[in-house]
């Protein structure tokens, strides 16, 4: 399973993993207050938001889901990935 950890408690409310976002997966809530995580169907496991993150308080954790046929036949559909 696909899943997004934020350690809320270490985040200083940068905004750069919602900025490095390519897909419109997380933004703040309306207070402003809290980094939230919107659709994460719409994820592209890129973890520009975990590289971008100067906290590192944001895990893309993907290794439970990385086992999933559904993953591997994602990766394969990526270019320049899996089996040609
Ligand atoms: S892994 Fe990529 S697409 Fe998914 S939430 Fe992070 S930046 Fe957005
Ligand atoms: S990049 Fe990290 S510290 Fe900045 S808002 Fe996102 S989770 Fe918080």
Known sequence: MLEIQIDHSRCNLCGHCIDACP????DF?????V???F???LCLICR???IHCPKDCLIVDFSEWEATRE???M?????GQ???
Do not use: H, K, W, Y
């Open 71 to 73: 993953f591997r036949s």
């Open 29 to 33: 809530d309306e207070a402003e207050t």
């Open 35 to 37: 980094v939230q995580i």
């Open 82 to 84: 899996g089996r040609s």
């Open 48 to 50: 520009n938001c975990e």
């Open 23 to 26: 897909a419109p997966c997380l």
């Open 39 to 41: 659709d994460l169907n």
């Open 75 to 79: 990766v394969r559909r990526m270019p």
